[in-house]
């Protein structure tokens, strides 16, 4: 790895958490673009977690993303056991299909990103499995009435399997445009 690789990398693991925030943002247009941010992330994603693996040919590439970013997340209060879980979940199983397909093949970059194009749900599944807590947060901390725009969203669990569903073939086409805009990196893998 050179030295600007590294520079980028870590410049990569700053950007990645900032992404989440940007994501968490558009729950103050609506309950629902928070909660199903996650679906479409993975368009924005691909391309730091191309960058990062095209340079880092070896294990680790979604453990630092996914380890910066649940670092942040502890670090500002929002860690919960659901983030915990999930990330690790997520990022072993990226790191499995990277580690079968090869580090260094763009086969293991495009298979590895579908599970971790689930982190963002690793981030807002407290809805979900803390439903009671998370809508007590809101009416702390939103404008009045949210949590009462919140209680549909969290109630509608088909929506919610079909956006979880949907981010596979978002996942898919994420990485693909990634890979077309990013010659440079893509051209690093086999």
Known sequence: MKKGS?????TAAVIYP???VLASSCGLIH????AYAGTFLPLLMSFVYLYVTANMQRFGA???LNGVLLAVGLIAGEGNPALVVIIVVVTVIAELFRRMKGYET???VRLSFVPFA????????HWWTDTK?????????MPAGYADKMAPVIANTPLLIVMLILTIPVAVLAVRIAERVMKKQTARLK
């Open 6 to 10: 590294m520079a980028g990398i870590v």
């Open 18 to 20: 900032l992404l989440f």
């Open 31 to 34: 309950p629902v673009c928070y």
């Open 62 to 64: 979604a453990v630092l």
């Open 106 to 108: 763009l086969k293991g």
């Open 118 to 125: 689930f982190s963002f749900y690793a981030y807002s599944a």
């Open 133 to 141: 807590g998370s809508l007590e947060a809101a009416l702390k901390e």
